[in-house]
């Protein structure tokens, strides 16, 4: 229903059209930005379900191969052998941005190249299950990471999905049917108004025009 508050002129109905030009193209440009929003969202999904899979079965196998280790080595040479790790992880965060949201990038580098150069003890008293389990999280790390990112992203990228879809939906279902009633108010008040005007134009004119008769008439009395 029109807002009937609303001045009818035509200086208010011609920037109500501007006003509707601009929520029109925002409107779809918001839908276009939600659509591709929702496609690289769906995308991060999938791979942070693949992720998390991994990752799972990398801890779950880092575990087992601890458990194993455990049982086949004496508690105080355990941790005798994981005291003081022999590789060091500098993890470095940063933002990219897709579509206006700031999604986290998680970028890591270790003290020394070398892949394998991950065990801080001697192998003469330690067994071969928790040499699996070292290099099983070693191995899990970039996944880990990665999975990170992922979910902070996926989480990032659903709170501005469901902002954006507000908006679009205040636009479509809300400002702009609002403006369009307006407009249409308008424009009918002021048509209303230039009828009114046309009809008091013409009885004016009629009026005028009976004047004249009448004048030309008292005109030709006074002759005859």
Same mark, same amino acid.
């Given at each position: 229903m029109a807002n009937t508050n609303v001045n009818p002129t035509r200086?208010?109905? &011609? =920037? #109500?059209?501007?006003?509707? /030009?601009?929520? &029109? =193209? !925002?409107?779809?440009?918001l839908k276009d930005k939600r659509d591709e929003l929702m496609r690289q969202f769906l995308d991060l999904v999938r791979e942070n379900k693949v992720l998390r899979e991994k990752v799972e079965a !990398?801890? %779950?196998? %880092?575990?087992? *191969?601890? /458990? #194993? %280790? =455990?049982? !086949?080595? *004496?508690?105080e040479?355990? *941790? /005798? %052998?994981l005291m003081a790790p022999m590789q060091e992880v500098y993890l470095e965060a940063s933002n990219r941005n897709v579509m206006s949201v700031e999604i986290p990038v998680f970028e890591y580098k270790t003290r020394t190249a070398d892949a394998n150069n991950i065990y801080s003890y001697g192998y003469a008293f330690t067994s071969a299950d928790l040499d699996s389990a070292v290099k099983s999280l070693a191995d899990i790390l970039p996944e880990m990471l990665r999975l990170a990112e992922c979910e902070k992203s996926c989480q990032l990228m659903a709170a501005e999905i469901e902002k954006t879809r507000r908006r679009v939906n205040a636009l479509e279902h809300v400002m702009i049917p609002d403006m369009q009633d307006k407009i249409k108010y308008i424009t009918m008040k002021l048509d209303e108004n230039e009828r009114s005007t046309q009809i008091r134009l013409m009885k004016v004119k009629d009026m005028m025009l009976e004047q004249a008769h009448h004048y030309k008439e008292r005109q030709n009395e006074e002759i005859a």
């Open positions: 200086m208010e109905l &011609t =920037r #109500l059209k501007k006003k509707l /030009v601009t929520a &029109t =193209r !925002g409107h779809k440009l !990398g801890i %779950a196998a %880092a575990n087992k *191969n601890f /458990v #194993l %280790a =455990r049982a !086949g080595m *004496n508690d040479v355990l *941790n /005798v %052998a």
